[in-house]
């Protein structure tokens, strides 16, 4: 099974795993609306990343974070619990497109994840 992803008030363009939206960012950045609801998973992870055009029309750059050492890993928020959630996510000066990356923390990724990207229009 899959995820059902949404976009209600269609501010981006949705599949079972992901959602994508132009930003047209000036660097101010964007705010990701999420209403999750739990299926048979223990919570969500959201992986954002974006392109930067005037460096590649097609790759995406994942967001980074970095422990005491200095040593970088993908960024993931992570959803536990049924709810509406508000994530501020950075953005640059240029980027054009974001796109969030949902995956199961375990279990069976059947739960509802509705979501809107606002900000960067």
Do not use: H, W
Request: hydrophobic share 35%; glycine share 10%; proline share 2%.
């Amino acid at each position: 099974m899959a995820f059902t992803v949404t976009s209600s008030k269609i501010t981006c363009t949705v599949t079972t795993t992901t959602a994508i939206a132009n930003i047209q960012n000036s660097g101010t950045g964007v705010f990701a609306y999420i209403i999750y609801t739990g299926g048979d998973e223990t919570g969500i992870y959201i992986a954002p990343s974006v392109i930067e055009p005037n460096i590649s029309s097609s790759t995406y750059y994942q967001y980074v974070k970095s422990d005491s050492s200095f040593a970088l890993t993908a960024l993931k928020y992570s959803i536990t619990a049924d709810g509406s959630y508000r994530i501020p996510i950075t953005t640059g000066l240029g980027e054009t497109k974001l796109k969030l990356t949902f995956s199961a923390i375990s279990g069976t990724a059947n739960g509802t994840i509705d979501v809107e990207i606002r900000g960067g229009e």
